[in-house]
């Protein structure tokens, strides 16, 4: 919810909100999990192409059996938290301009800019090294 899933880019307002109004969406609703569990099931509605694990670290550090044969307690629990929002104060928005020279700057508020400037390589089919 709230994810863009269109952009209109124009060299001025009237076409903007001209092109805005040609944009049609549907969309298809699908099944909802809300528990992380239940989404790692093998029969959960499936999020990725391989499942609803977006990835998968595994770090092993020491011998756990020792460390739990040392051991005075050991607790096996499951432990939850409250949703938590990271709370940043600038607006979810983006501005880009194409200089004379083709060059595209886009300024946006990103917390990952090399990640970003990838993934907007990729989807416009700019490369990131493009020369002039």
Known sequence: MGD???????????????????IDL?????PAIFDPIEAM??????????????????LKKGDVEKGFKRSDFIFKETFKTNAVEHV???????TAVIDEDEHLTIWSAVQRPFLVAADISRILKIPLNKEK
């Open 4 to 22: 863009p899933v269109a952009v209109v880019a124009a060299e001025d307002e009237n076409i903007a909100e001209e092109a805005l109004n040609l």
């Open 26 to 30: 549907k969309y298809e609703e699908l």
């Open 41 to 58: 099931k093998k029969n959960a509605f499936p999020i990725h192409r391989n499942g609803n694990i977006a990835s998968h670290l595994q």
């Open 88 to 94: 940043h104060i600038e607006p979810h928005a983006a």
